[in-house]
């Protein structure tokens, strides 16, 4: 089985303009959670849904925004990027709502955004 | 809110030994705690889950202690290798909202041959 696929794998954007991140969940996995990693951090919770909603929410501006499609893809979309928002997006899925209570998170080896 | 501390300082030991990586939190007790695994370059992998009940869980090599008097888990790599290099990043879920994973900043190990 494939696991969780994120794309684009690199983008280089500039200040000002706005992106779209992509990510597959494994398989029958009906949550999917987006992180954002800055070089030598841990992950930071941006969003998880579940089911096509929204369950959970970090502590983002409103420029970041997500969804869920009915085939349980997901889309992160942050607009009027800011040179600090450059970093490493990475996508989670799980079969579960809660995340971890079942098991895991299953990653995707995420997108690599810079903004210059 | 809640916040957690790995070993700021690279790990570095030699093929054989045995790694021990730290992860203490503050403030309230999580019902469970997970430890990952990253490459450069690539997302965490999972590799263990310790529920609060438990003192101590292994997988092979593998060994994690959850002390919820001191506020701690230990993880355990024994007889390492050089390619159990990589950073190894400890994960609670956080306070009233466990769809929301708080994560350290990992601790880097780097196993010599």
């Known amino acids: 089985d494939a696991g969780v696929t994120q794309s684009p794998t690199h983008l280089i954007k500039t200040r000002g303009q706005q992106v779209t991140l992509r990510c597959s969940p494994i398989?029958?996995?009906?949550?999917v959670s987006w992180y954002q990693q800055v070089l030598g951090q841990g992950p930071q919770f941006i969003f998880q849904?579940?089911?096509?909603?929204?369950?959970g929410r970090g502590n983002f501006p409103d420029r970041f925004s997500a969804r869920q499609f009915p085939n349980y893809s997901s889309e992160l979309n942050v607009n009027a990027l800011l040179l600090g928002d450059s970093a490493l997006y990475l996508c989670?899925?799980?079969?579960?709502?809660?995340?971890?209570?079942?098991?895991?998170?299953?990653f995707g080896n995420g997108t690599r955004l810079t903004v210059t | 809110s809640q916040k957690i501390e790995q070993n700021s300082e690279a790990l570095n030991i030699q093929e054989g030994k045995t790694a021990t990586l730290t992860c203490n939190y503050t403030n309230y007790s999580p019902a469970y705690l997970q430890w990952y695994r990253q490459d450069p370059g690539r997302g965490p992998v999972f590799l263990l889950l310790?529920?609060?009940n438990e003192k101590e869980k292994r997988k092979e090599r593998l060994k994690v202690t959850f002390d919820t008097t001191l506020k701690q888990s230990l993880f355990h790599i024994t007889a390492s290798q050089p390619a159990d290099s990589a950073t190894y990043l400890c994960?609670?879920?956080?306070?009233?909202?466990?769809?929301?994973?708080?994560w350290g900043l990992g601790t880097s190990l780097a196993v010599n041959p």
């Open positions: 849904y579940y089911e096509k909603e929204e369950r």
């Open positions: 398989s029958g996995h009906k949550s």
């Open positions: 994960a609670l879920p956080n306070a009233g909202n466990n769809r929301k994973l708080i």
């Open positions: 989670a899925s799980s079969f579960a709502s809660g995340q971890g209570t079942s098991g895991s998170l299953h």
């Open positions: 310790i529920r609060e």
